[in-house]
């Protein structure tokens, strides 16, 4: 479909038809308008409209965060938001999208799989074996994990007991008195009662907007203020009320889990951080381990399928899966370099949390206990480390609670 400006184009918000197919055809979407401020996009396919917020940032890059909406009289789903500009209802952002000015060229920073395709992820990787389930209130995607867990429990394909159920609390709820209404939304979209592990997302808060996760005003971020310290102490009364098993955090390092810890009445159970062998982060991890914080290990593939957030940088890596170490390690072994990648954790006592949609994959990806890594190739992987991050955040750095700064 042609992208055109629609009848309701004006000065500084315009109206587009496109099929939203896939991003390419918003990138070009965006292109053709150069790019201003606010782009309001119809997807005339399903009659799901799109509302995409653009925020300019550091470096040249600017910051698009989508937000699908039900047309008026469709309905609303949780978390609905009657929008008085557009009257619609916000039923969750998809993705955050990065436009890098220099390039000219959209990139997604925030991953977000269709509807319909998690739900027969976690289906499958039930069916497959995995017993973990690494969740956000962020990823808008709660109801439809719940609803596949429950199939799952229905059939008696698992029990709940047998089931370890994460999920994390966003930025924008890090006031002590959200932080239990928020949990109670995560439950009731997952169709729980309780948690296995609830963690702090992210060290900064961000201001609370009402359908927004990512909030963002005259260029900036609406970072919060709140002391994750005052947060934890709303997580330790969530463990006390029995709504969670256990409690962590999450891209937290050594002097915040330090300071957490001199007043926390319950340790971290949990800190979830990127860990992959571009990223070894060996003092936060021996951290960890002698305060018996067990280390998750996020993106362990290197994220492939996200943008790269140093776009800027001429040393952008290559991709983690074809580097010629990895691929060298993965043919001694008759694995894939994703089985290599993910079983460097387990030698490791790291739990790790691959994300994939593909059955196969998620099949491939629980097939590494059948092999063992040599010392010298953890020691050959481990040496490929780089403190190269996916997850930067980059916006945030200004905050005092921005956790990335040696790196
Ligand atoms: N706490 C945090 O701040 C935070 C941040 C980021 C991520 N996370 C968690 O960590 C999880 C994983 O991170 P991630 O998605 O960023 O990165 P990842 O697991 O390293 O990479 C996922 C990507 O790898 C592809 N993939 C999966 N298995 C593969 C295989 N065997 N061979 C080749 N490609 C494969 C997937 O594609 P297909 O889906 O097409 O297979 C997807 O594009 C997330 O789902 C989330 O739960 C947490």
């Known amino acids: 479909m042609p992208l055109s400006p629609g009848p309701e184009a004006d000065a500084d918000r315009f109206v587009l038809v496109a099929s939203l197919d896939n991003a390419r055809n918003l990138s070009n979407l965006l292109k053709a308008v150069h790019f201003r401020d606010q782009v309001t996009v119809f997807a005339s396919a399903n009659g799901i409209r799109v509302t995409a917020e653009a925020a300019k940032s550091v470096q040249g890059n600017a910051f698009i965060q989508l937000r699908f909406c039900r047309a008026p009289g469709q309905g609303s789903g949780p978390g609905s938001e009657a929008s008085s500009r557009n009257l619609t209802f916000t039923v969750g952002v998809s993705a955050l999208l990065l436009f890098d000015e220099k390039s000219q060229c959209l990139r997604r920073l925030l991953q977000q799989s269709e509807p319909g ?36 429990i229905d059939e008696g394909v698992v029990t709940r007991e047998n089931l370890f159920i994460v999920s994390k609390l966003w930025c924008t709820f890090h006031a002590p008195v959200d932080v239990k209404p928020s949990l109670m939304e995560t439950l009731s979209a997952l169709q729980l009662t309780y948690l296995d592990l609830y963690l702090i997302h992210f060290p900064v808060g961000f201001q609370k907007v009402l359908g927004e996760l990512f909030p963002v005003r005259d ?108 691929k060298v390690i993965a043919e001694k072994h008759r694995k894939s370099p994703a089985q290599v990648l993910l079983r460097f954790h387990v030698q490791r006592n790291i739990a790790t949390i691959p994300k994939s949609v593909s059955p196969a994959r998620i099949r491939e990806n ?17 040496a490929l480390n780089k403190n190269w991050r996916v997850c930067q955040l980059n916006m945030l750095q200004g905050h005092r609670f921005y956790p990335f700064k040696d790196s």
């Open 219 to 326: 260029n900036n971020m609406l970072v919060s203020e709140i002391d994750y310290v005052d947060t934890w102490k709303a997580m330790e009364a969530l463990v006390d009320e029995g709504l969670v098993k256990s409690i962590g955090v999450s891209n937290f390092n050594v002097s915040q889990l330090q300071r957490l810890l001199s007043v926390a009445r319950i340790i971290p159970a949990v800190n979830q951080v990127e860990l992959h062998p571009y990223l070894t982060q060996p003092e936060l991890v021996e951290f960890c381990s002698s305060r018996d914080i067990t280390v998750t290990a996020f993106s362990p593939l290197g994220s492939p399928g996200r943008i790269q957030s140093k776009v800027n940088d001429s040393a952008d890596p290559k991709d983690l899966l074809k580097d010629p170490v990895v």
């Open 117 to 152: 395709v998690v739900g027969e992820a976690v289906s499958a990787a039930i069916d497959a074996g995995y017993r973990h389930i690494d969740g956000a209130y962020s990823y808008q995607n709660e109801t439809e994990v719940g609803a596949a867990v429950k199939r799952k």
């Open 366 to 382: 629980a097939e590494i206990f059948d092999f063992e890594l040599m010392e010298e190739d953890l020691q050959s992987l481990l």
